[in-house]
């Protein structure tokens, strides 16, 4: 059985993975509307790994006894200064995600809560690959420049 707590917990970062997809869908439209379809491909399918994300965590609560609730998502912002900014915005975002997620694995180790722990470790494991990813994409943006963004574009558009 899930404590209260961890289970409050839980549903907080269900709603925090919800808000995550609903970035990345608008940054897909923001690229959509710049003309930049691969880099619109690329944050669909990461808008869909974030529901992913939700689920799975709403499954598990479940599983454990608990109730899996959904929040009120609050907006995210709809346009960006550049492709260079908006990938500067995931990378901060994925940041941030990251530590949501260490807190929790915080939280369950506090609880004693030794399978949870384990269920919050494939989390954190996949934030460190997302955080490399988009700071990957940033430093290629800074090093080649306005010429080749489009070059970028075409790459990250062949994600599956």
Known sequence: MISEKLQEAINKQIAAEIWSANLYLSMAFYF??????????WM????QEEMEHAY???DYVIKRGG???VYQIDAVPQEWESPLNAFEHVYA???KVSQLINDLVDLASSERDKATQDFL????????EEEATASGI??????MGATAIF????QYGARQ
Do not use: P, Y
Request: glycine share 8%; net charge positive.
């Open 32 to 41: 959509d509307k710049e003309g930049f379809a691969g880099f619109s491909h």
């Open 44 to 47: 669909k399918k990461q808008s």
């Open 56 to 58: 799975t965590m709403a």
């Open 67 to 69: 109730t899996a609730k």
């Open 93 to 95: 975002h994925e940041c």
């Open 121 to 128: 470790w494939g989390f954190v494991r996949e934030q460190v």
């Open 138 to 143: 940033v430093d290629r943006i800074k090093k």
């Open 151 to 154: 070059n970028l574009d075409q």
